[in-house]
């Protein structure tokens, strides 16, 4: 069970969250024409690398905060956590 | 009554209390302290079983978790466990045990006529043959070798047991309490450190209870004891025992199997059987020590073949002799300490040694005790079938290809020693790669990965002397780190014998003509013949090799049999062993009953059960529940001796004429706050909400961004900047998570707070006809008339003194309201609305009469919005705003979803008006086509319309809008119906809305 | 090549089994191929088969990081069916039962195909219904489906949780009786003996380093044993397809996630059927040497480990207590991860690509074992004639784009939602 460390509450064990995927994923704005190349891309396309993530987690039985962590997807390894308006 | 093997003088036992068993029918008894398996060696029984394959006798190879052989049924307290190891069960009073996988008995197996044939079914034999004739795999073949395999008999009881979890949290966990163990976590007690010292055995000390050494001038056991007894004292240590640390998992987390009273005859009051501990360890040290791996000789599964090791313990922990005329075969000094022990016992062993001329300290002392030692000899192999009764010997010469003459030398058992593995697989599990020690020919761990570290045999070292220092040394480090503190443990003088090199050898060549089988694996019976075929057929990676031949897969896991394995591999591939790699270590190191897994969460317990404030006055007017996600709802409520579908009808019949109330509790409720409330909304819908004024409320749809409807549900602007949304029961959670996913990451910008509130508010939805003269009786000083309170109209008034809330909502499609009050007045408001309606003609309706309301309304529902359908296939297009954009809108021009004959929902009566037509039935143009038929939709719901008193369905139909009255077939292939449906409407009551608005 | 049977057997073991053949050959790769395949696994091996076989292609490589049958085919609980609604789907599966239950004899190897029939528990009405939507839907298409009431479940599992103390009591359920479960290793074993016959070169512990791409057509390949050319490439590689596509530039629709299972320690036989709880998500089946083969949810999280954690088998297990109680007293003896493609719509991807002479064939999710003969039949076809058959024309790349999805749950493209 992994420890994660919520940027609000600290380390907790994994069963207080819920993981949300790829963190870079950025929706296109409002009332903006987009592609549907662009379009497909942000509801279809995901990083999925082996190694470094950056990924959301949800802190559905805690704060109920999502924050950003970047994690090792072969180690598990956590290296960072942040609040969203934070860069990782 | 004496026990022929058992010795008066030694052992650790408690003579005191005997302990009487039965195994395989017969009365036997042991001691307080006994395994199963010791008590029977005491016994002088060494047949417990029959091998997995061959069905060749078995018996006792080793004295614990590495046991390959001795499994066997045991019942205890009325139940029965399958496959449960007798070196590890302790014996209890009235303990009962059976030999598994023979029959008639262990003694008279017919399966073992396998053993005159093996021969035939060398590795991988079934994939060469029970090809033909084709059926008869799954017929014939097939149920005979299921039958054949397995091991124990599982009953298809419920487990009377009680297991528990517990989670733990803890600066340093010990995994062993051998010496490295006890000086590791000794030190660390010692600097202030949280420790827990998780012991599999029974007693603590390990090899200290079985070496003959000398710790700070005490014998190794008591110098254990003392230690023992000093953590016990103290209150930063948690010594456990029967314990087992089975998994090291992702950060620091480890899992132990505690065993609370599976060596008590039932498990005490309030006592679970076992208990499984989530332990997350700052740091680990593990010292789970090592096991005595077999030299490979023909015929080694005998009965009476033992590991060395396992006849000392079974002497000096258990005082059982295994046997009185003892061969010991060994590659290395450490099988020297089994033959000394035996010695001193009155039993006088006779040595083999494959080592030329080796000269250490206790192969002096064994000369000097008079033992014969026959350096450069080998076991060809055990003779005898259920018992070793001798053995043929000879000598090897130096490169160890050639035999000399063979000799047959009587022995009753014969003690083997192929020196040590150590047991790596906690540090493997926890990422460590670990690399191959050529000095021990085994693995040993690399670097760790985790915040772990492995001391002792289990880190390749054999001495005593360097264990302790290494291990007192890692025990202050690792809590010097944690409480800062520096407490140094000056170590213990050591005296321990000094061994001689052991010898590279693990497998005695075959005699020519000799077609003895000399096993790797004892319990699947995997020969070296069987990994000589696998290579030869091209089976040539080591997983490839496991997978074909199955060594390493049986319940032991291979602790015994793997690196022999490897060793096997390595030298007929002429590659060195850390080439071939070993296959992955996983979790559980030993097998972990499942009970202890899940723990509490059984029965009725497995998922929660969330019930509403009234739930126990719909239990009291017989209401029949169903599950709805986790929650229990009312379905209907039974009268007399009604059914579903009469219940329902009634109910539903009710509600269209006089007034019904059903309970809405469990819906989702979220509160949206904040002044940009409105805008939120406006993006999360399909439909325009900045207009709504305060006091009012819409229906909304919401999409995922790929245009899929993802749940529905009313919004109620309850002030300026406070907005009360509703979802579905079962989308509740998710929509909760989807709003805080916008709020938070993608508009940040927007001022807005939501919350859930469904466990806040109980809700009653009171509807019919008559529900506006109820309504204004319950609130009598609050204008309730379609002026007050208007259809889509909120407004917040006083029910008998308590705060309340009333929307004008209909999911029912009658003039409905909807009221709220906090939950904890949930069952004062339930019971104002019953007792005051009762003379409007009140019923309460479950969700079936709910379900029909709704479907002859042409209200979608979950069986619609079945996260495949878009706003359009739902007849919801008109709430689809043109004007603003919102979650998912670009996804809606895909050309899949704008095609013309794009499906839409619609109604479906029967032609003749009677038939039900069964949901999940598919329309089709031809009810005789020949398959596969086109299917052009599918009945979602079904219902008997009360309006109209036939049945009615809903369905999604491909190009649903030009269908309408068009006549198709509606089939059930599994109920074995086609029925000529019409298609109409789907609003198939009340068209036009007009009784919501009335 | 040697032909296995009861004779042959015979007359092997009287020589001490010392006659017997190798099953593939062990080539060094040559300068070029007509086809490779990427990945030795039941796909990719299928595939090369079925090139050999039904094109007579047979100037072929299948190229393999480490040993053949190491990944999802020796990783999976064995489950062959053909149980779904969408007719891409149960039409595309049905084939395949088709080619599973000749699969031994044309092979000449016993993959030990078992159709004891798969049962899928339901637990509501609500689910019966969506069970009969499916199970109508396999009839209308020609599949078996039998719709089972309580009672009838009762007769073919007595042991399930029919008691009093129950969470979700059992309303009946949806049977396949011709599904069932099949020996894994035997089946890339099989494929790969057969391919190797014909003249396939299996190519173990050879990674994939890069692709050579000119103009937009497929060159060739770049290994740890060198540059191999080839006019058709095919990628069947479940679990590293991300890590490939990456090399090539392209982004797929494609999640990398976890997938446990684990074993009981073998009892005597007691189940007969393969059942899934409708509860939850867990499926178990009983192997031949006794074994319950179970498995469930995805560990939750992007993953390439191999390995995952307790937590997630232990609610795994939780919902197998709660349908088969008696698994209380077996003890887990292994356990061990997979690493599937999720794909957005939970279906898989067999197609052409943008790069010319570049074929994929990915996004298995949980179901990519009972696909092995069908997906490599099928893509052997699509690389052979450049287009795809009309069984993996919805497997398009493109439905991503069209919204002809085929999401059998509904679930949208939360892959690691199960």
Known sequence: MLYIKCPYCGMRSQNEFAYGGDATVKRPELNKEVSDKEWDTFVYLRKSPRGKHLELWHHVSGCRQWFKAQRDTVTHEIFKTAEIKEDI | MSQEFRLEKIGLINRDKKISFKFNGKKYFGYEGDTIASALIANGIHLVGRSFKYHRPRGFFGAGVDEPYAIVQLYRNGETDPNCRATEQELFDGLETKSVNCWPSVNFDIGAINNFLNKFFPAGFYYKTFMWPKSFWYRIYEPFIRKAAGFGVASTKHDKERYEHKYEYCDLLVTGSGPSGLASAYAAAKNGARVILAEDKPRFGGSLLTSDVNVGNQSGKEWADKIISELKEMPNVTLKNRSQVFGYYDHNMLVMSERISDHLPKSKKYSPKQRLWYIRA????????????????????????????AAREYLKVYGVLVGKKPLIFTNNDSAYETAIEFKKNGIWPIVLDTRMNPDSEIINEAKSMGIDIRFSHVVIAAKGYKKVKSAEIAKISEDKKDLGKIENISCDCICVSGFWTPTIHLASQSGNKTKFNEKIDAFVPDKPKQNEKTLGAANGIFTLE?????????????????????????????????????????????????????????????????????LREGYRSIEHVKRYTTLGMATDQGKTSNL?????????????????????????????TIGAIVGREIGKHSKPTRKSPMHHWHEKNNAVFVDAGVWLRPRYYKQGNEGLFEASKREAKNVRENVGVCDVTTLGKIDVKGPDAAEFLNRVYTNAWLKLPVGKARYGVMLRED?????????????????????????????????????????????????????????????????????????????????????????????FGVHARIFRISFSGELAYEVNVESNNGNFMWGKIIEIGKEFAIQPYGTEALSTLRIEMGHVAGSELDGRTIPYDNGLQGLVSKKKDFIGKRSLNRDAFTKEDRQKVVGVVPVDKKTSIPEGSHLVKDANASLPNPKLGHISASCWSVEYNNPFSLAILKDGKNMIGQKLFAMSPLKNKSILVEIVSSHYVDPKGERVRS | MQKYSVFNLIKNALKGHKDWEVAWKDPTPKAEYDVIIIGGGGHGLATAYYLAKEHNITNVAIVEKGWIGGGNVGRNTTIVRSNYMHDENGLFSEFGMDLWRNMSQELNFNVMFSPRGIINLAHSDAQMNAFSRRGNSMRLNGIDAVLLGREEVRTLIPMADFSENVRFPIFGGLMQPSAGTARHDGVAWGYARQADSMGVDIIQHCEVTGFDVDNGKIKGIQTSKGNIKAKKIGLCVAGSTNILAEMLNMKLPVETHLLQACVSEPIKPILDHVVTFGAGHFYVSQSDKGEMVMGGDLDGYNSYAQRGNLPTLQHVLTEGIAMLPFLSKLKMLRTWGGIMDMSMDGSPIIDKTHIEGLYLNCGWCYGGFKATPASGWTFAHTIAQDKPHELNAGYSLNRFSTGHLLDEKGLGTKTWIS
């Open chain 2, 282 to 309: 700052k740091e680990v040290l593990i010292s789970s020590g090592s096991i005595e791996r077999p030299i490979v000789f023909g015929n080694n599964d005998t009965p009476g073949v033992v590991l060395a090791s």
């Open chain 2, 466 to 534: 360097e264990t302790l220092k290494t291990s007192f040394e890692s025990g202050e480090e690792v809590s010097k780190k944690i409480t800062k503190k520096e407490n140094k443990i000056s170590v213990p003088q050591v005296s321990e014998k000094k061994h001689a090199q052991h010898d590279k050898f693990w497998c005695v060549p075959l005699p020519k003509g000799k077609t003895y089988k000399r096993f790797l694996d004892f319990q699947n019976d995997v020969a070296v013949t069987d990994v000589e075929l696998a």
């Open chain 2, 564 to 592: 022999n394995g490897l060793q096997l591999v390595s030298s007929i591939e002429n590659k060195i062993v850390p080439s071939v790699g070993h296959t992955t270590f996983r979790p559980p190191y030993t097998p972990v």
């Open chain 2, 707 to 799: 245009g899929i409807v993802m749940d529905d549900g009313t919004t109620t602007r309850i002030s300026e900047n406070h907005y009360h949304m509703t979802t579905t029961t079962a989308q509740a959670a998710n929509v909760l998570s989807h709003l805080e996913y916008y709020l938070q990451i993608v508009w940040p910008e927007l001022n807005v707070n939501v919350v859930s509130t469904t466990e806040q508010w109980a809700g009653a939805a009171i509807a019919g006809p008559k529900s506006r003269n109820l309504l204004q009786k319950l609130f009598p000083d609050t204008d309730v008339s379609n002026e007050g309170l208007p259809f889509m109209g909120y407004l917040e008034s006083k029910l």
